[in-house]
């Protein structure tokens, strides 16, 4: 068995450090718990400042999509403009002025 020399088995066991090293970076990156060498979970803490971070964005993001409503709502009012008869719009302005 010539195939399984020591340098294989580094290749192989460097194969497999390279793929922990890049499971536990995916883990970190999108939160999810950590194991310790025992499978207890080991969470991250979150500080204080990381807590107010994400109550600003969270803020943040309901204020965009209060906003990204109401750009949505007048887009649909533009494309209606643009697609109807001119005559429709006059009349709709002459209706407004009386």
Do not use: C
């Not at 995916?26 to 194991?35: N, S």
């Not at 207890?40 to 109550?55: H, I, Y």
């Not at 887009?75 to 719009?89: F, K, M, P, Q, S």
């Amino acid at each position: 068995m010539e195939f399984l020399t020591s340098p294989a088995f580094a290749v192989v066991g460097i194969a497999g450090m390279i793929g922990w090293v890049f499971t536990t970076w995916l883990r970190v990156k999108h939160g999810y718990p950590l194991e310790g060498s025992w499978g207890q979970t080991l969470k991250p803490t979150q500080t204080n400042e990381q807590m107010e971070r994400l109550k600003l964005l969270t803020t943040e993001n309901a204020q965009l999509q209060a906003e990204l409503g109401a750009l949505k709502d007048r887009v649909h009012t533009l494309e209606r403009i643009a697609t109807d008869g001119g005559n429709r719009l006059s009349r709709e302005i002459e209706d407004l002025r009386h």
